[in-house]
Nanobody, 124 residues
Framework: QVQLIETGGGLVQAGGSLRLSCATS????????MGWFRRAPGKEREFVAG????????SYADSVKGRFTISRGNAKNTVYLEMNRLKPEDTAVYYC?????????????????WGQGTQVTVSS
């Protein structure tokens, strides 16, 4: 059974930091491209960051560029999202997603597996 499990969400004050983790199981995701998405209340799910299977290529939404960093663990089966200088508008449920071909895309329809999400709340 394929699973993506996000952890690390929580409540933080504006300006603070959180580190999200996405652990994979049931399949070797080291060759998969990975992405982080988020859905804020009343909004559609949106791309946050993506990283390819080697970990050498990544991309960010303009709204998080310079504040968030996506990375892969040494075994490449875990993906992280380091979030710094958080803002209230970063409040959302954050999801990780995996794509078989090793690349990443910004579209929500481009991924093969999704996690259940973890809530991030940033207070002002």
């Amino acid at each position: 059974q394929v699973q993506l499990i996000e952890t690390g969400g929580g409540l933080v004050q504006a300006g603070g930091s959180l580190r999200l983790s996405c652990a994979t199981s049931g399949r070797t995701f080291s060759s998969y491209g990975m992405g982080w998405f988020r859905r804020a209340p009343g909004k559609e799910r949106e791309f946050v960051a993506g990283i390819n299977w080697t970990g050498l290529s990544s991309s960010y939404a303009d709204s998080v560029k310079g504040r968030f960093t996506i990375s892969r663990g040494n075994a490449k089966n875990t993906v992280y999202l380091e979030m710094n200088r958080l803002k209230p508008e970063d409040t959302a449920v954050y999801y990780c997603a995996a794509r078989r071909d090793g690349s990443y895309y910004r579209g929500t329809n481009e991924y093969d597996y999704w996690g259940q999400g973890t809530q991030v709340t940033v207070s002002s």
